[in-house]
């Protein structure tokens, strides 16, 4: 088992920049791509960023590219998602995911791929 505990999110104006991390605990030892979804009011969860194992291969929405950076570090067991140039329609409450079945490239975007979730943690961007 994998527990992800995503502390971080918060409030900011539209443009500002947020910093939000994910830490692994439990079986940190297994190989684990981590990724990024987010879920707006009323919109179905929606895939944002995804990072392989190695760091090497990082996978973005076409709405983020430009503007968010995924990283990771294991030797913390964390990863991270800086975001910048932030805009009110970013508003959503972000989750972790970590998964060891991600075979291509296709498995990173797909939610059902991801064995741990974190709890989720609240972003809003005011206009």
């Known amino acids: 088992q994998v527990q992800l505990v995503e502390p971080g999110g918060g409030l900011v104006q539209a443009g500002g920049s947020l910093r939000l991390s994910c830490a692994a605990s439990g079986r940190t030892s297994s190989t684990y791509g981590m990724a990024w979804f987010r879920q707006a009011p009323g919109k179905e969860r929606e895939f944002v960023t995804g990072i392989s194992w190695s760091g090497l291969s990082k996978y973005y929405a076409d709405s983020v590219t430009g503007r968010f950076t995924i990283s990771r570090d294991n030797a913390e067991h964390t990863v991270y998602l800086q975001m910048n140039s932030l805009k009110p329609e970013d508003t959503a409450v972000f989750y972790c995911?970590?998964?060891?079945?991600?075979?291509?490239?296709?498995?990173?975007?797909?939610?059902?791929?991801?064995?741990?979730w974190g709890q989720g943690t609240q972003v809003t961007v005011s206009s």
């Open positions: 995911a970590a998964g060891n079945r991600l075979h291509s490239s296709t498995d990173i975007y797909a939610d059902h791929k991801y064995d741990y």
